[in-house]
């Protein structure tokens, strides 16, 4: 899933405008907070713990700078 979440944060960097934001609701957080810090022009603004059908997920904030 890396290598998915490294192609979908560049696109995202790609197409937001100077400080637009993305919402992203992923059950696997560790691998994009991994992703994240290979995409410098993101940043993770907040992030909410949630469980989705009764399984762990997570909600990012993003911003482009």
Known sequence: YGEFYQQMLAEMS????????????????????????????????STISTLVNGKKATVFKLTHV
């Open 14 to 45: 790609r197409i937001l405008k100077k400080e637009g934001n993305a919402i992203i609701l992923t059950a696997r957080a560790e691998e994009l907070k991994t992703a994240l810090h290979q995409a410098p022009q993101l940043t993770e603004v």
